[in-house]
């Protein structure tokens, strides 16, 4: 069951933090989550069967301009959402781009959100648009659903638990 706009009032406070906006990022069917940091990749990544082969490439911060804008050329970005989401145990959540972006030539790509995990998530921008992309630091870019397990799990405890706090 996908948790609807008056249970995620009641349980906003133990969801989300750092918020830019909380009443304008609740919607019917979830949570939209903001733009924080922006950076570009700079190297290979690699991954294989057992974590330890994992690789992260290097990323390069992009700055926002005095005007709080920023242009991205086609190409792949990495984004570092504004809000700390903290999953609780009988819940999972999936982040989908929010429409607009997707009008535009543009998309956010996300993993899943795992019952119990905490942090200030990131998530893969990709500008298609062959004429580029501007975005004001703290948009709203995805919305992320959250869904009720029908028990609690043992809950996430990876390299990501607690990323970016």
């Known amino acids: 069951m996908i948790l ?4 995620l009032i ?5 969801l989300v933090e750092g918020a830019v906006d909380a009443q304008a990022q609740v919607q019917p069917n979830g949570f939209e989550l903001t733009a924080g ?3 570009a990749f700079e190297g290979a990544g690699g991954i294989g069967f057992s974590n330890d082969d994992r690789a992260l490439p290097s990323t390069k911060p992009l700055e926002w301009g005095r005007d709080g804008w920023l242009l991205l050329a086609p190409g792949c970005y ?3 959402f504004n809000e700390v989401v903290s999953i609780p145990k009988d819940v999972c959540a999936i982040g989908l781009p929010r429409s607009s972006l997707l009008r535009m030539g543009v998309s956010v790509h ?4 795992d019952a119990g995990y905490r942090g200030r998530s990131e998530a893969l921008l990709v500008v298609y ?15 992320l659903l959250f869904m009720r397990l029908e028990s609690g799990q043992e809950g996430y405890s990876g390299r ?3 990323e970016n706090v």
């Open 4 to 7: 609807g706009k008056t249970e």
């Open 129 to 143: 648009n062959q004429g580029g992309f501007r975005i004001k630091k703290s948009a709203r870019i995805i919305q």
């Open 160 to 162: 990501y638990m607690n």
């Open 10 to 14: 009641k349980l906003l406070d133990s």
């Open 110 to 113: 996300t993993a899943v959100w």
């Open 37 to 39: 940091k922006i950076e």
């Open 78 to 80: 990495k984004v570092v």
